[in-house]
């Protein structure tokens, strides 16, 4: 149909009905148009920044506030928690390898050798008989006054 001969009256109709339907369009969207623009349009355009936007929202913007500064908080805490994790971790592994260093040392210095050698010179000696265990078994004794 596109390509079929209009008189000039056929086309000067068809040019009305196109413009009826651009307005009526128009007239929706301008009837639509009443409403209050979402969140999104509004920081696009920069209305949030309006007196009128704030005040509305003052609430809400003092609580996203809040949120963000206990979410600078949280990360600050996490930090100085994560490094005294780790130099407590140092100071027992500081501890842990002195322990272990100390224990070294009262083996070495206590073993069987050593002690016959440094009581040499006060004059004992090493038992070569085995050690006897004397019980003495407890009668009933009454000290009577």
Do not use: C
């Amino acid at each position: 149909m596109e390509n079929d001969f209009l008189n000039k009256d056929q086309l000067d109709q068809k040019q009305a009905d196109d413009e009826a339907k651009w307005s009526s369009r128009k007239a929706k969207a301008t009837e639509g148009g009443n409403k209050k623009p979402s969140s999104f349009v509004q920081i696009l355009n920069g209305d949030f920044l309006t007196k009128e936007f704030m005040i509305k929202n003052l609430n809400f913007i003092f609580f996203i506030m809040l949120l963000l500064l206990m979410i600078v908080g949280k990360g600050y805490y996490g930090k100085r928690l994560s490094s005294d994790v780790m130099n407590t971790q140092k100071e027992v592994d500081e501890l842990t390898s002195d322990y272990f260093e100390a224990k070294a040392t009262l083996e070495e210095k206590t073993r069987r050798s050593e002690l016959v050698q440094k009581l040499k010179e006060t004059g004992l000696k090493e038992t070569i008989n085995p050690t006897k265990v004397i019980k003495i078994k407890k009668e009933d004794t009454h000290i009577e006054y």
